[in-house]
């Protein structure tokens, strides 16, 4: 108490210290006072201080300390084969169990604190897992059965990641049928005890085998850019565009860097932000950046050719994955019917990473996005 009474009175570059203290003995209280003021430059007679008690100065080791540590030893995690499951290997998911009749079921965990790059896909407030990221659990799915062609997808009802805790997912791959396809389910259901036992269907489509046709290996269209012929269209304002609609993208989702248009075709480059491009490898083709790329659909909303109108993606078909792990694309839209185009993703080098025959987009206008709220966000789809 005195000691911080006179730190009050003295000038602030006066040392106090305690000499005496109630949860200490008075020895050892004042041999910690001498020592606070030795070290802060005040000369102690130390030879005085322990003149009666045999103490002595020592020479300190002139080498280096050799430390080393002891940590508990940790037991090793279980083998989930012993349990009859194995390791699925992606970061979306956990394990992989393959039933007798040659069906197989993939289950996975979602949250903020596992996946956080999702929180930068929000629609109207509300936390939404991005489509494409269907598309990569589909390929993936695909390539646990032998079916790595995902023949199509269609998007049912949206993902919502909860603020806290966590989504389970199921992906439920049928056995063959004699054509060799098999049928794709994809569920949820949150980890809210008074919801838990409700699963929710996201996704429905068909995995068939690819085709020889499915395997181009390069896109010349896309190894010189910009495009020869091309004219850039502008991209400055998308995002703050997008905001005011009710699309909330964070850093990771704002891959989009650039795009131009050549006829009919739309062109566009997006790339993953430094501090994600790392995780690229683990994905087939990062939702992220996929989704970034296909922003280039919304483009038409600066041009005013669609104004107060969004396309959300909404159905794929004939989906191939050629490369892994890219960390930036480049990529071409071609109209393939009413609110349909074609997609032909590639490297820098134009070398293809992923096709689609036919993406169908639904237009959204702003009106509805602003009147979804997160317990109806299954309007959006």
């Known amino acids: 108490v005195l000691t911080a009474l006179a730190r009050e009175l003295v000038d ?10 109630t949860d200490r003995p008075e020895e050892s209280a004042v041999t910690a006072a001498l020592a606070h003021l030795h070290v802060h430059g005040t000369p102690v007679d130390w030879t005085a201080w322990y003149a009666d008690r045999g103490a002595r100065r020592i020479d300190l080791p002139t080498y280096p300390f ?22 699925s290997e992606h970061p979306l998911l956990g394990a992989t169990v393959v039933l007798p009749d040659g069906a197989a079921v993939l289950t996975g965990r979602l949250s903020l604190a596992t996946h956080p790059w999702i929180a930068d896909h929000t629609v109207s ?38 603020e806290h805790g966590g989504v389970q997912l199921r ?5 063959p049928d004699p054509s060799g396809r098999r049928t794709l389910e994809l569920h949820s259901r949150t ?20 085709p020889p046709a499915a395997r181009p290996q390069a896109a010349p269209e896309l190894a010189a850019w910009p495009p020869h012929g091309a004219e850039p269209v502008a991209t400055d304002h998308l995002y ?20 131009w248009r050549h006829g009919e075709a739309l062109y566009a480059a997006a790339a ?22 296909l922003h ?9 050719t669609a104004t107060g109108q969004g396309l959300l993606p909404f159905s794929w078909s004939g989906v191939s994955l050629h490369a892994t792990g890219a960390p930036a694309v480049r990529v071409r839209l071609t109209p393939a019917g009413p609110d349909t185009v074609s997609v032909l993703v590639a490297d820098a080098a134009g070398q293809t990473v992923a096709s689609v025959d036919a993406l169908v987009l639904r237009p959204v206008s702003a009106e509805l996005l602003r009147a979804a709220a997160a317990p109806r966000t299954d309007t959006l789809l």
């Open 171 to 175: 992906l439920t791959i049928a056995a």
């Open 240 to 259: 703050e565009l997008l905001d005011e609609l009710g699309f909330g993208y964070g850093p990771v989702f704002r891959g989009l860097t650039e795009a």
């Open 191 to 210: 980890e809210d005890p008074a919801t838990a036992a409700d699963w929710t269907r996201h996704a429905g489509g068909t995995l068939a085998p690819e």
């Open 272 to 293: 993953l932000p430094a501090a994600t491009a790392p995780d690229a490898g683990a994905f087939g083709l990062h939702p992220a950046l996929l989704d970034s790329a």
């Open 125 to 162: 407030g509300a936390v939404l897992v991005p489509g494409t990221a269907f598309v990569e659990l589909a390929l993936r799915a695909g390539q646990e059965a032998g079916c790595a062609h995902v023949e199509d997808l269609t998007l049912e009802a949206p993902l919502v990641l909860p």
């Open 12 to 21: 602030e570059r006066a040392l106090t210290v305690p000499a005496l203290r």
């Open 296 to 304: 280039a659909s919304w483009l038409g909303l600066l041009s005013g």
């Open 66 to 87: 050799q430390r080393e540590t002891y940590w508990l030893r940790v037991p090793a995690a279980a083998d989930p084969t012993a349990i009859g499951v194995t390791d």
